[in-house]
Nanobody, 122 residues
Framework: EVQVVESGGGSVQAGGSLRLSCRAP????????MGWYRKAPGVECELVSS???????YYRPSVMGRFTISRDNAKNTVDLQMNSLKSEDTAVYYC????????????????WGQGTQVTVSS
């Protein structure tokens, strides 16, 4: 069973930073396309950022220049450094393996992990 554990969420003021971490106890994150998604109330599940097995990265335009996705091979985690946070970044953040074109909005249903809440106050 493919599962992940997300951590690092919290409450911060606008302009602050958080670092999310996605741990994968049962598989090697280097071998999978990994994505960070988010779900805010009234908004559809969004792909925030992804990193492929060959370390290609994607960022949605609204987070480009503020967020950085990376892999820690020693810890087997995929991390999301979030800087200059805005109130519109408030959401539950989920991590999931798989090509984002294939997984659709399933990551935000908690099928792989429970997610971690990020709350940004202005």
């Amino acid at each position: 069973e493919v599962q992940v554990v997300e951590s690092g969420g919290g409450s911060v003021q606008a302009g602050g930073s958080l670092r999310l971490s996605c741990r994968a106890p049962g598989f090697d994150v280097r071998e999978r396309h990994m994505g960070w998604y988010r779900k805010a109330p009234g908004v559809e599940c969004e792909l925030v950022s992804s990193i492929s097995s060959d370390v290609g990265t994607y960022y949605r335009p609204s987070v480009m220049g503020r967020f950085t996705i990376s892999r820690d091979n020693a810890k087997n985690t995929v991390d999301l450094q979030m800087n200059s946070l805005k109130s519109e970044d408030t959401a539950v953040y989920y991590c999931a393996p798989g090509d984002p074109l294939d997984v659709g909005n399933f990551p935000c249903r908690g099928l792989w992990g429970q997610g971690t809440q990020v709350t940004v106050s202005s």
